[in-house]
């Protein structure tokens, strides 16, 4: 009998995904300039694609998402673009905190909440689920108490 070889599709990446690697890309930016933006983002689909490879390597059942990148460069460089009001934002809502001085993660995921919820058309309610999912999982364990009393402020 014929070995017959079915290609499996790739399922698409939910947003939930796609908005945690905006989330790292931002968190990036913070190292580095921000005109460094293009180059920044390809060194970083080059390390999607390489874990990609080592994945289906190790299991050959492996089924990899398929990265949303018109939505990632969109938000990303959208949120380059009112990086100033987003920050103004930050700054009026966390009651003497300068920028300087908010842990970098809780940064990065305060400035993408804040861009979804003013300039994104994430409902409110979503943009703050969501960082806070993120803040649990990438910050410490108080840090969502913080980032959800600023964007309660939004």
Known sequence: MEDLHIPVKKRLETRSNTRNHVFNLVF????????????????????????????????????????????????????IDKLPDVDEKIKACSEGWEISRIDKVDLAILRLAIYEM?????????????????????????????????????
């Open 28 to 79: 990036q930016l913070e190292f580095f300039d921000i005109s460094e933006t293009k180059e920044i983002l390809n060194k970083y689909y080059e390390i999607l694609e390489a874990e990609e490879e080592l994945e289906k390597r190790k299991d050959e059942n492996f089924n990899s998402l398929k990265i949303n990148k018109s939505i990632i460069e969109n938000q990303l460089f959208g949120l």
């Open 118 to 154: 003013l300039f994104d058309d994430v409902p409110t309610k979503v943009a703050i689920n969501e960082a806070i999912e993120l803040a649990k999982e990438y910050s410490s364990e108080k840090s969502y108490r913080f980032i959800n009393a600023v964007l309660g402020k939004i």
